[in-house]
Nanobody, 122 residues
């Protein structure tokens, strides 16, 4: 069955860096666009970044542009999110998802993983 497993979350100081990973299985990874999303308690899930099937196109939320990089390795069925210059407002549970659409709307994504927690302290 389809599985997405996120990892790499941690507690860091503001200004620090983290790399999140999302390992996919159970489906042809390279045929789906992939995205990272984040959510804090009481708030809706928001898009962070999306990468196209081949990895050649990316889209970022304004809040992370220039600080986060989304990329994928289709040979390893793995999606990544390199985060730098982290801010306290980046604190959230981070999820990966897949979509047949190249879009940042969470509603168009499916098969969320369990999430990985990122906590940034000032």
């Amino acid at each position: 069955q389809v599985q997405l497993v996120e990892s790499g979350g941690d507690s860091v100081q503001a200004g620090g860096s983290l790399r999140l990973s999302c390992v996919a299985s159970g489906y042809p990874f390279s045929r789906y666009h992939m995205g990272w999303f984040r959510q804090t308690p009481g708030k809706v899930r928001e898009g962070v970044g999306v990468v196209s099937t081949g990895g050649d196109s990316t889209f970022y939320a304004d809040s992370v542009k220039g600080r986060f990089t989304i990329f994928r390795d289709n040979r390893k069925n793995t999606l990544y999110l390199q985060m730098s210059s982290l801010k306290p407002e980046d604190t959230a549970m981070y999820y990966c998802g897949r979509s047949i659409f190249y879009t940042q709307s969470p509603a168009d994504f499916e098969y969320w993983g369990q999430g990985t927690q990122v906590t940034v302290s000032s």
